[in-house]
Each structure stands twice: as C-alpha cells, then as structure tokens.
C-alpha cells in the first residue's frame, strides 16, 4: 500500500504565495510520475500539474517539482487569485515492483481572499 500526504494549503490574500508538498511512503519501488489536480465547490476535479504540463489556468504562475529522493511533488503557486481557492490533490503513478496502480492524497484546503 502507498500512502500520499499534502501540507502547506492555508488562506493567503489575492496576489500572494503559498508552496504545497506531498510526499509518497509505503511500498515504492518507482514513482512513474506525481502531480496536482484540485476541486472547487460545486465544480469538477481539474487537472493543475505534472511534469511539464500546466493547465492553461495557473501557466506562468504555479510552478511543479520533485525531489526524487524524498519522493516528494511541490507546487509553489504564486500570484494566487480567489479563483484558485479549492482543495488541492495530489496523486502519484507508483510502481510498487509487481504491479503500477494511482494513488491519491486527502487534499489539502487553499483559500484565497479578494
């Protein structure tokens, strides 16, 4: 089993930073790949980061990183308006040696204020 864990939402103002983290632990024998989705009230999941790819909505603003070694996703979100606020997810692609299966985090809340 796999477990992912996020940090670091909060409420921050219109215009300012906030920097999530999830970190992946169980059984891991390779991490295919870890990014961000987030769900609004009311609103479908919609995807935010993996990789090198960004939704439309945050380009130039969120940045997405690993640390392999910690088996750790960032998401520094800078320039943060109130339609960002949601609960953010993280989720993971992980190789546990004899099979690849998703995985997801409980979320973590960011709200933004006007």
């Known amino acids: 089993q796999v477990q992912l864990v996020e940090s670091g939402g909060g409420v921050v103002q219109a215009g300012g930073s906030l920097r999530l983290s999830c970190t992946a632990s169980?059984?891991?024998?390779?991490?295919?790949?870890m990014g961000w989705y987030r769900q609004a009230p009311g609103k479908q999941r919609e995807f935010v980061a993996v990789?090198?790819s960004y939704a439309d909505s945050v380009k130039g603003r969120f940045t997405i990183s690993r640390d392999n070694a910690k088996n750790t996703v960032y998401l520094q979100m800078n320039s943060l308006k109130p339609d960002d606020t949601a609960v953010y997810l993280c989720y993971g692609v992980v190789n546990s040696g004899g099979y690849t299966r998703n995985y997801w985090g409980q979320g973590t809340q960011v709200t933004v204020s006007s």
């Open positions: 169980g059984s891991i024998f390779r991490i295919n790949a």
């Open positions: 990789g090198s």
